[in-house]
């Protein structure tokens, strides 16, 4: 059992449970290039913790040994369109370029970005510390979990999400030996409520990027049908009012 399952009583926690609790079977490919790209987001805050816990724990041989393993690594090489055989990248550079493999509407990719970099924000200016520390509810399971949640999704066609699953399902791999696994490497970090924030910023950023998170089963479709009648019955109603569309 991992350090992070065996506490009890953390907030944190809870929030990790309510990541995976969103409704990630109801998600389809649109969002989950959408989730793709929020995730491209933390990747880049997670690297941004190894850093700093490099920094100020420079003689902790378990966190050199983890950052060898996330950043100018390759671990994740090769993939087509990204990583050649052997070539050594940090991960979040694996996410970026995944998200290149495929275009999306500018407005959408504007809001995606705007969502984005106001996450990074609100986390950069968190406490130091409290992001070191958050390290181990990343690697000890608490990423692992959401990873999971995360492939509950049905369908992962196309090169980002293909791409995607690929950084999922190998990072799942990372940190899954309880004993050898990236969790091992930083659990001596016992990480408390301080972190809260951290996780929560993250549940909020997934769920602006992909709002059918919080829908029931359906009733995503059911919006867009009713925003599909509503601006039939616009058309309908000016029609009506002006003579047709051949006045």
Avoid at 1 to 27: H, T, Y
Avoid at 59 to 77: A, F, I, K, V
Avoid at 169 to 181: A, T
């Amino acid at each position: 059992m991992s350090n992070q399952k065996a506490r009890s009583g953390m907030q944190f926690e809870v929030v990790i449970d309510d990541i995976c609790g969103l409704k990630w079977p109801n998600l389809g490919e649109h969002d989950l290039v959408s989730v793709a790209w929020a995730y491209c987001y933390f990747s880049v805050q997670f690297r941004e913790c190894l850093e700093i816990a490099r920094k100020l724990y420079p003689d902790d041989d378990r966190l050199l040994e983890l950052d060898r393993g996330e950043r100018d690594t390759d671990n994740l090489s090769p993939w087509p369109g990204i990583a050649a055989a052997g070539e050594r990248m940090n991960h979040d550079e694996f996410m970026r370029r995944t998200l290149e493999l495929g275009k999306i509407p500018e407005t959408r990719r504007r809001n995606l970005v705007a969502i984005g970099e106001a996450y990074l924000s609100e986390v950069r200016a968190m406490d130091r510390n409290s992001r070191a520390m958050a390290l181990a509810s990343y690697e000890d399971g608490g990423l692992e979990r959401v990873f999971r949640a995360f492939l509950t999704a049905p369908k992962w066609n196309g090169p980002i999400l293909q791409a995607f699953k690929h950084f999922l399902v190998k990072h799942i791999e990372f940190d899954s030996d309880p004993e050898q696994g990236h969790g091992a490497l930083c659990r001596h970090f016992t990480p408390d409520d301080r972190i809260l924030p951290l996780w929560e910023a993250f549940k909020q950023m997934l769920i602006k990027a992909v709002p059918r998170l919080t829908h029931s089963h359906g009733e995503g479709q059911l919006d867009l049908d009713q925003g599909k009648r509503s601006t039939i019955d616009r058309k309908v109603g000016r029609g009506l009012h002006s003579g047709g569309p051949h006045e």
